[in-house]
T-cell receptor, first 119, second 116 residues
Framework: AQKITQTQPGMFVQEKEAVTLDCTYDTSDQSYGLFWYKQPSSGEMIFLIYQGSYDEQNATEGRYSLNFQKARKSANLVISASQLGDSAMYFC????????????????FGQGTTLQVKP | KAGVTQTPRYLIKTRGQQVTLSCSPISGHRSVSWYQQTPGQGLQFLFE???????NKGNFPGRFSGRQFSNSRSEMNVSTLELGDSALYLC???????????????FGPGTRLTVL
């Protein structure tokens, strides 16, 4: 079974509009971490935002926010005011187990969503 | 602070050869993880090293191995290359200190390996 599911292979958004990228996850651990990364065509993975399973507030980092719904096991990324430079592949990833555990170095990734921003 | 560096960036090998990839983590980071990215399988965890010890291993054959040096630099080796080993190999480093509450992995630019 997939542990991280990103159901949108590709998405388009108009410049300056907001867009939501979906991510659902599956784990039996009570403590875990969720990450979003951006991968431009150059290949480098760029860290965007982190949400811990016990964090009470949804994470925000500039134009990025994470809509965390624990009961539904979803961690959707919201990008506000899209820019042309946001065109890239976006990956949702999970660390199972608490932060600092032996699973710290192991991330499980979804298949990614390709986002294209239209001018 | 300099980011994660990986060398070489591009590599072309033939089947049966072996290859060594190198990764230098962000200064102060002690954990180094390796991932393989292919169009078919996506991003898959290979292994993680912390303080020169392999702490985690993914589901890859023994042809894939790695090590970490005392300065936290890491290498991964693939022996007896197969066509299916063609991929982008990404290295990531993290601080790994529970007291600081962060284990975010920061990735390097990757090494693109082509096996002919």
């Amino acid at each position: 079974a997939q542990k991280i599911t990103q159901t949108q292979p590709g998405m388009f958004v108009q410049e300056k509009e907001a867009v939501t990228l979906d991510c659902t996850y599956d784990t039996s651990d009570q403590s875990y971490g969720l990450f979003w990364y951006k991968q431009p065509s150059s290949g480098e993975m760029i860290f965007l935002i982190y949400q811990g399973s016990y964090d009470e507030q949804n994470a925000t980092e500039g134009r990025y926010s994470l809509n965390f719904q624990k009961a539904r096991k979803s961690a959707n990324l919201v990008i506000s005011a899209s820019q042309l430079g946001d065109s890239a592949m976006y990956f949702c990833a999970m660390r199972e187990g608490p932060r600092g555990s032996s699973n710290t170095g192991k991330l499980i990734f979804g298949q990614g969503t390709t986002l294209q921003v239209k001018p | 602070k300099a980011g994660v560096t990986q060398t070489p960036r591009y590599l072309i090998k033939t089947r049966g050869q072996q290859v060594t990839l190198s990764c230098s983590p962000i200064s102060g980071h002690r954990s180094v993880s390796w991932y393989q990215q292919t169009p078919g399988q996506g991003l898959q965890f290979l292994f993680e090293y912390f303080s020169e010890t392999q702490r985690n291993k993914g589901n890859f054959p023994g042809r894939f191995s790695g090590r970490q040096f005392s300065n936290s630099r890491s290498e991964m080796n693939v022996s007896t290359l197969e066509l299916g080993d063609s991929a982008l190999y990404l290295c990531a480093s993290s601080l790994w200190r529970t007291s600081e509450g962060t284990d975010t992995q920061y990735f390097g630019p990757g090494t693109r390996l082509t096996v002919l």
